[in-house]
């Protein structure tokens, strides 16, 4: 046994599993009070119970006994109704706290994942599926909260069951203690093989149940051109496809289960024989009489289901674990850096420099790859003067947008160096921290549900009504907006449903606007909106003075309104010189 131990330990599987208990009873530790006082009315809720049972005898011999005085029927009758009535009570309040307590647990949970995922490294986030995290954020957080709650009592009552019987047996005949016994090496010596077991199905269960919801998830987001090009039958297939996986997963992980318990339930069901024989052999030797002989069947029995319990809850502990290790590889994802407070100081100072005397963009010699992927850009170096709008062109799938996250301090150079330079010469190296110098305009639709006004409030709280219509009316927006029957103050479904692209993509805009922010960043911002309005977007935009402005595009008509121009191609950012610029913006 010890050398088992040992491997497990070894192998590093014990060692995992105590970690995940460990951050599982970090979380049981904040309701500690409210699962001991659960603890405590269920332990006085089975007390009740018994003392009902105890009653009702008395009660029943009471009734049948002829001449027993009333006064002692209606006593019993009432002290009868009285304890059910206390034990429907201390349901009541059980569940009550049970409800807290879950909750309680979910909501910490959840929260502590959400801020880490928000927080985590942008590269080391897309390794996940956006489904598979939705999974862990739902479904593994209420396995986790739920086991807190059923197992830790769960324990402690057939713990207590069990220690009493076995006590109380042992008292009477150490011999029959033993042999109740026999089952614990049995247990012990498959206990490897069955938590390993366990844990493998669990771990399969979840990951189907990430690939499923992550199916879902997708197939959701993407109904529209599921419908338009007629794949409403293939998505049907394959959701049956990956709900096979599913099926064979929970099927599988069945089989183990009832093989696993078949083989307790007749390790148990062997004791209770040797019990029963060896209690027999006592009776006919006559050391023991048949009372006590009935006695011990019933704690035997009594000892042998309480073990069973016992073992019946380690699948629900390995599910807790496996959940809790999901949720830990999530919480363990490298996070953003954060300055130390003398440096966060040192932006503030830099940054409301920056507001008033702007900012030139450096890129020096930046390399960067996905991952170990072929590099996107090589020895790329850029310069964005104060009040400049630099154009980023290329062919599709060259790197603008990837330039843009590094820009951003979403992506991290491999070497090189990205930097934000101020009016008097002072540098800070681009990182998650100086993102607030920057204003954007994604590619993709990023406009939130909710009302017209609370979309643009995003970025500025405080802006007033006036202020979101001027930032409307340069991003050419106001024209539909005020046409709107509720105005700025209409509904606005996911992602922006309700308008068109092209007015999701001036919405966007008049957003990044309201941040007011030094350095504007603009990813094919306006590529959905008509030449005529796509100039008067831009000639707003990059009138105003004194922002340093990307521009990633395709256009000749945002290319003759820029100051300069790089091209990306082959890995490499070339500027390009100001006859080819003209000849571009004219093309
Ligand atoms: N998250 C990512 N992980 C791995 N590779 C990526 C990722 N995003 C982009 N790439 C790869 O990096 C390269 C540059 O992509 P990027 O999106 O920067 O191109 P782009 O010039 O903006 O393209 P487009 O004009 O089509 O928007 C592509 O080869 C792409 O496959």
């Not at 093989?259 to 148990?268: I, K, N």
Request: proline share 4%.
């Amino acid at each position: 046994m010890g050398g088992r131990f040992v491997q497990m330990l070894r192998e590093g599987q014990l060692k995992q599993m105590l970690q995940e208990l460990g951050w599982i009873y970090h979380y049981a530790k904040r309701c500690w009070g409210k699962i001991l006082l659960y603890l405590l009315l269920g332990l006085a809720g089975t007390g009740l119970g018994l003392g009902a049972s105890l009653i009702s005898r008395d009660l029943t011999g009471a009734v049948l006994e002829p001449g027993s005085p009333w006064d002692q029927i209606l006593r019993l009758g009432g002290l009868f109704i009285g304890l059910g009535l206390a034990a429907i009570v201390l349901n009541a309040c059980n569940s009550r706290i049970a409800a807290h307590v879950n909750v309680e647990l979910q909501n910490g949970m959840q929260a502590d994942l959400f801020r880490s995922l928000l927080g985590a490294d942008w590269q080391a986030l897309q390794q996940y599926h956006s489904g598979d995290l939705l999974n862990r954020l739902t479904g593994d957080v209420s396995t986790v909260a739920e086991s807190v709650f059923t197992l830790v009592p769960s324990l402690v009552i057939r713990l207590f069951q069990f220690m009493a019987c076995l006590l109380l047996i042992l008292h009477y005949d150490p011999v029959m203690a033993g042999l109740a016994l026999l089952s614990a090496p049995a247990v012990l010596l498959f206990s490897r093989a069955l938590v390993h077991g366990m844990r493998e199905h669990q771990q399969r269960m979840r990951t189907v149940s990430s690939d499923l919801m992550a199916f879902q998830e997708e197939t959701l987001q993407n109904l529209s051109p599921i419908k338009a090009f007629g794949l409403t039958e293939r998505f049907g297939q394959r959701l049956g496809q990956v709900q096979e996986h599913y099926r064979t997963a929970s099927l599988d992980f069945n089989r183990f289960s009832i093989f696993t318990s078949t083989f307790f339930s007749l390790a148990g069901q062997a004791v209770s024989y040797l019990c029963l024989a060896w209690g027999a052999y006592r009776l006919w030797s006559g050391y023991i009489d048949v009372a006590t002989m009935v006695l011990f069947l019933q704690l035997a029995a009594q000892l042998t289901a309480a073990f069973s319990a016992l073992v019946g809850l380690a699948p629900g502990a390995v599910s807790a674990t496996v959940a809790a290790r999901r949720i830990l590889e999530v919480l363990g994802m490298p996070a953003e850096p954060e300055l130390e407070p003398e440096e966060q100081k040192r932006l503030e100072r830099a940054y409301k420099r920056g507001r008033a005397e702007g900012v030139t963009l450096r890129l020096e010699k930046v390399r960067f790859s996905y991952g170990s992927e072929a590099p996107v850009l090589q020895g790329a170096d850029l310069r964005a003067r104060p009040g400049e709008v630099v154009a980023l062109l290329g062919p599709s799938g060259e790197g603008k947008t990837t330039l843009l996250r590094l820009l951003l301090g979403l992506a991290v150079p491999q070497s090189g160096r990205g930097i934000l330079e101020l009016a008097d010469g002072e540098q800070l190296i681009l990182s998650p921290a100086t993102r607030r110098f920057f204003s954007y305009v994604p590619q993709e639709k990023a406009i939130f549900s909710g009302t017209i006004a609370q979309s643009l409030r995003l970025l500025a709280p405080e802006a007033s009504e006036e202020e979101l219509r001027q930032a409307l009316e340069t991003a050419c927006a106001w024209e539909f907006v005020q046409k709107l029957p509720q105005g700025i103050h209409t509904p606005l479904g996911e992602r922006g449903a309700g308008l068109s692209e092209g007015q999701n993509q001036r919405l966007a805009i008049a957003r990044a606007l309201l941040r007011d922010a030094p350095i504007l960043l603009l990813d094919e911002a306006t590529s959905a909106l008509d030449i005529e309005t796509e100039t008067r977007v831009l000639r707003g935009l990059l009138g105003q003075t004194g922002r340093t402005c990307i521009v990633t595009s395709h256009r000749p008509s945002v290319f003759a309104l820029c100051s300069r121009a790089y091209r990306i191609q082959n890995n490499r950012l070339e500027e390009l010189s100001e006859e080819e610029l003209a000849v571009l913006s004219q093309n």
